[in-house]
């Protein structure tokens, strides 16, 4: 992983570079400006991981390296940050979440703001203007992608790929927030359609297919690599719900215990469900969701999941790796690359 988290300063300064450029196109609306200014900050405060993996995997699939266009390729993996930017922006307003990526998210940057300015009502003013700055996100990515030397077909073929994950996204998005507002618990099918198309494509199926893609992969060879990035974002997420329940503070760099103060309905809450006894179920629901859940109490509900819920679900990621293993054995080329993902999803602590 250390491989493809290397380019982050490289695809970064890129996307600055290119938000830089662009903004000079609007400079004469009042708040553009300022507007730039904060999506540069916020681009570069996450991983880059989405461009940083096409960047790599681009490369690692490459069988004729000098076919490939150094900044062609940095222009798709500034489109993936700024697109993910955007949607991140937007998730933030659904959750009404105040911080990401260690700032004060977007929306609570204008709505912060607005309190020092004289204005007649400011309750939704944070969140009207991030709102509207989520959705440029997503057409300055597409004018990055119109600044490549792609051949038109295969840049056109990139831009459907964009549209209709982001789409999908959109559409896991909405079902997330179903699950979080239903009274009753969700269905296991809905919760994997919600990794799948929130975390599992987004993340590693889109990258690694648009890596194929300008390599003029087939199709079929690019269909197995959207599959191997279902099986390999499954597995990161399943193992993101691990460390949230499980974790050590200070080595997963998440509070301790958050799924369990927030009552994530998670693939381990409806392991556990079915399999709890009846007087430790009347503890789990005395507990489970408490944002002030005590140390003791936590430990007790880390102690059922142990017992009712770890064994079954990692089970089910080793299933998923031994899937992703088949996979990435039939690649012609960028075994390597995808063996230490699979590993890093799997090993990983934060």
Request: glycine share 4%.
């Amino acid at each position: 992983m250390q491989e493809i988290l290397a380019w982050k300063k490289t695809v970064d300064d890129f996307t600055v570079d290119f938000l830089n450029e662009i903004s000079q196109e609007f400079k004469e609306q009042e708040l553009s400006q300022e507007a730039f200014l904060k999506l540069k900050k916020f681009v570069v405060a996450g991983k880059t991981v989405r461009g940083s993996l096409f960047f790599s995997a681009a490369q690692a699939f490459a069988r004729d390296k000098t076919i490939l266009n150094t900044k062609d390729l940095l222009y798709v993996a500034a489109s993936l940050e700024i697109i993910h930017s955007g949607l991140l922006i937007h998730d933030d307003i659904i959750d009404r979440d105040t911080l990401r990526r260690g700032q004060a998210s977007i929306w609570q940057q204008y709505q912060i703001a607005s309190q020092k300015d004289d204005l007649k009502q400011t309750d939704n003013y944070g969140q009207s203007l991030a709102l509207c700055l989520g959705s440029i996100c997503l057409y300055l990515a597409q004018l990055a992608l119109d600044k490549t030397s792609l051949q038109v077909k295969t840049k056109e073929q990139i831009r459907q790929i964009l549209n209709q994950e982001i789409i999908r996204t959109y559409f896991a998005e909405m079902l997330d927030s179903k699950i979080t507002n239903l009274k009753k618990d969700p269905s296991m099918t809905e919760v994997l359609e919600m990794y799948r198309f929130k975390t599992a494509r987004y993340t590693f199926s889109l990258p690694l297919q648009l890596a194929g893609l300008v390599n003029n992969w087939s199709q079929t060879k690019i269909n197995s690599l959207l599959v191997l990035g279902e099986k390999l974002g499954l597995i990161f997420q399943i193992k993101d719900d691990e460390i949230s329940l499980f974790a050590d503070e200070e080595k997963s760099g998440k509070s301790f215990a958050s799924d369990l103060r927030e009552g994530k309905k998670t693939i381990f809450y409806l392991t556990l469900l079915p399999k709890l006894e009846s007087k430790e179920k009347d503890f789990f629901w005395q507990n489970f969701g408490q944002a002030k859940l005590e140390l003791a109490a936590s430990k007790k509900l880390q102690a059922l999941f142990t017992k009712h819920a770890l064994k079954e679900v990692r089970e089910l990621n080793e299933k998923l790796s031994l899937d992703a293993q088949k996979i990435i054995n039939q690649l012609d080329c960028g075994q390597d690359l995808m063996l230490e993902i699979l590993k890093f999803n799997l090993e990983r602590q934060s």
